[in-house]
């Protein structure tokens, strides 16, 4: 049975990342929109009824012609934008298939997953393309979008049909973790994705000196004998991308930028007027590299977990907008993948269920509120990709979260709807769940008491 066309959700906190604001109020939504919405203020708890009844008599409505939804103070923010998921599919399936990455970006109230191209093989045709579309469309209860590679096979030798890939529905253009060592073939990458007014995504890293590396470079990667990288080979990949932009003129997001050495490579090429915007990932803004004291292999990600204080520097970075996404960069790896020694293990961790609470962690610990991260989390990537989401504006589509901030959770990887189990946050007590997740009104996710 189809839901009623026109749903009220009242006494709920707003999370408003566009106005920067968070207050009590209502939202009414039909056909998959937001209709109107009201506010009553910051200091009004849930028990007044907010301004539900005001709402609807504006529209002509009564109460019995919606399904009224009471949030009982919790909070409704616009839906997460996950630019960076890696689903495996084709190729890989046992790790994750569109249906429970799916699922798991439902429960973890993400509403639109930007899906890589670093597939087995690699989406770098329109016919591959077109497969993992239909797929996604068939059996994934979220909007799912997808990136091409930017080169053929991601080798960095011959570029893609970006034109073609544009017409099959690629919202961007990555080689993932694989650097464009050549650069006259990445330039001329760059040079025709502008022509057609393509994003293209990068991972800045210098390749030499990144490459092997499991740690990043300090005392403490070599109290543990780690094979381990100077946080400069982030800032020196970044640097040369950004001279790349210059002659260019390309569109360009930096898919993680994770140390202090980046940033002012990153505020000088935005002051200058370049077309660049840069991600980080949740991981990098919540552990360091202290948490892989034990060579536990769940806190391999690449990047590697960086120092204490470039978490700190990065966490800043997104306050103020220096950095503009907070992505997941979901990785599945199966146990095989990383039940090895912490050298052979796969990078990566499964991210879709756990983005939320993570980064509630960043609000509990007064470093960014509410409407800061949900701007990075919804408001910056949709506008990134000329999406109309990650806004409660009248008019956006009704891509919407309503979540506890402060529940305490203990993390159990063997719950999560992943086919993959590899989260560093297993067993962790953490704060916030989501209670339910929204698809243009239709409800994909709710959470059972």
């Given at each position: 049975?189809?839901?009623?066309?026109?749903?009220?959700?009242?006494?709920?906190?707003l999370i408003d990342p566009e106005?920067?604001?968070?207050?009590?109020?209502?939202?009414?939504?039909?056909?998959?929109?937001?209709?109107?919405?009201?506010?009553?203020?910051?200091?009004?708890?849930?028990?007044?009824?907010?301004?539900?009844?005001?709402?609807?008599?504006?529209?002509?409505?009564?109460?019995?012609?919606?399904?009224?939804?009471?949030?009982?103070?919790?909070?409704?923010?616009?839906?997460?934008?996950?630019?960076?998921?890696?689903?495996?599919?084709?190729?890989?399936?046992?790790?994750?298939?569109?249906?429970?990455?799916?699922?798991?970006?439902a429960a973890g109230?993400?509403?639109?997953?930007?899906?890589?191209?670093?597939?087995?093989?690699?989406?770098?045709?329109?016919?591959?393309?077109?497969?993992?579309?239909?797929?996604?469309?068939?059996?994934?209860?979220?909007?799912?979008?997808?990136?091409?590679?930017?080169?053929?096979?991601?080798?960095?030798?011959?570029?893609?049909?970006?034109?073609?890939?544009?017409?099959?529905?690629?919202?961007?253009?990555?080689?993932?973790?694989?650097?464009?060592?050549?650069?006259?073939?990445?330039?001329?990458?760059?040079?025709?994705?502008?022509?057609?007014?393509?994003?293209?995504?990068?991972?800045?890293?210098?390749?030499?000196?990144?490459?092997?590396?499991?740690?990043?470079?300090?005392?403490?990667?070599?109290?543990?004998?780690?094979?381990?990288?100077?946080?400069?080979?982030?800032?020196?990949?970044?640097?040369?991308?950004?001279?790349?932009?210059?002659?260019?003129?390309?569109?360009?997001?930096?898919?993680?930028?994770?140390?202090?050495?980046?940033?002012?490579?990153?505020?000088?090429?935005?002051?200058?007027?370049?077309?660049?915007?840069?991600?980080?990932?949740?991981?990098?803004?919540?552990?360091?590299?202290?948490?892989?004291?034990?060579?536990?292999?769940?806190?391999?990600?690449?990047?590697?977990?960086?120092?204490?204080?470039?978490?700190?520097?990065?966490?800043?970075?997104?306050?103020?907008?220096?950095?503009?996404?907070?992505?997941?960069?979901?990785?599945?790896?199966?146990?095989?993948?990383?039940?090895?020694?912490?050298?052979?293990?796969?990078?990566?961790?499964?991210?879709?269920?756990?983005?939320?609470?993570?980064?509630?962690?960043?609000?509990?610990?007064?470093?960014?509120?509410?409407?800061?991260?949900?701007?990075?989390?919804?408001?910056?990537?949709?506008?990134?990709?000329?999406?109309?989401?990650?806004?409660?504006?009248?008019?956006?589509?009704?891509?919407?979260?309503?979540?506890?901030?402060?529940?305490?959770?203990?993390?159990?990887?063997?719950?999560?709807?992943?086919?993959?189990?590899?989260?560093?946050?297993?067993?962790?007590?953490?704060?916030?769940?989501?209670?339910?997740?929204?698809?243009?009104?239709?409800?994909?996710?709710?959470?059972?008491?």
């Open positions: 049975m189809m839901p009623p066309i026109t749903i009220l959700f009242h006494n709920a906190r106005a920067g604001t968070d207050e009590i109020g209502s939202l009414l939504i039909r056909d998959g929109r937001i209709l109107a919405r009201s506010e009553v203020g910051p200091d009004v708890g849930p028990e007044s009824g907010g301004s539900h009844d005001a709402l609807l008599r504006a529209h002509a409505l009564s109460p019995s012609d919606v399904e009224m939804i009471d949030c009982a103070g919790k909070c409704l923010a616009p839906g997460i934008v996950d630019i960076g998921v890696k689903v495996c599919e084709p190729g890989e399936r046992h790790k994750e298939s569109y249906k429970s990455a799916g699922l798991a970006a109230g993400v509403t639109t997953i930007v899906t890589r191209p670093d597939t087995t093989p690699t989406i770098d045709s329109p016919e591959t393309l077109e497969f993992v579309t239909r797929r996604a469309q068939a059996d994934a209860p979220v909007n799912v979008l997808p990136m091409a590679a930017l080169t053929k096979a991601r080798e960095g030798r011959e570029m893609t049909e970006i034109g073609f890939l544009m017409d099959a529905g690629a919202v961007a253009f990555t080689d993932c973790d694989h650097v464009i060592r050549d650069t006259k073939v990445f330039s001329r990458a760059l040079t025709y994705a502008r022509s057609c007014g393509a994003l293209v995504m990068a991972h800045p890293q210098e390749p030499i000196l990144s490459g092997g590396a499991a740690a990043t470079s300090g005392k403490f990667a070599a109290l543990r004998g780690l094979p381990a990288v100077s946080p400069m080979a982030e800032r020196m990949g970044l640097d040369r991308d950004i001279a790349l932009l210059e002659m260019t003129g390309a569109r360009y997001h930096a898919d993680q930028i994770t140390t202090a050495r980046a940033l002012p490579a990153l505020e000088r090429a935005k002051n200058n007027g370049l077309d660049i915007t840069a991600g980080t990932s949740i991981h990098h803004l919540t552990l360091n590299e202290l948490d892989v004291a034990d060579y536990r292999t769940f806190f391999k990600v690449k990047p590697p977990l960086r120092s204490e204080d470039d978490r700190l520097a990065v966490i800043e970075a997104v306050r103020v907008g220096l950095i503009d996404v907070i992505s997941s960069m979901h990785t599945p790896q199966d146990e095989e993948s990383k039940r090895l020694p912490f050298e052979e293990a796969a990078a990566g961790a499964v991210a879709l269920e756990t983005l939320l609470p993570a980064a509630m962690r960043l609000y509990h610990a007064g470093l960014l509120d509410l409407p800061t991260l949900f701007r990075a989390m919804a408001l910056n990537p949709a506008r990134r990709l000329g999406l109309a989401s990650g806004r409660l504006a009248v008019g956006a589509p009704a891509d919407l979260v309503l979540f506890d901030p402060d529940v305490p959770v203990v993390m159990d990887r063997f719950q999560l709807q992943s086919k993959s189990k590899n989260t560093p946050f297993d067993t962790q007590r953490m704060q916030g769940r989501v209670l339910a997740t929204y698809v243009a009104g239709q409800t994909v996710y709710r959470r059972d008491a």
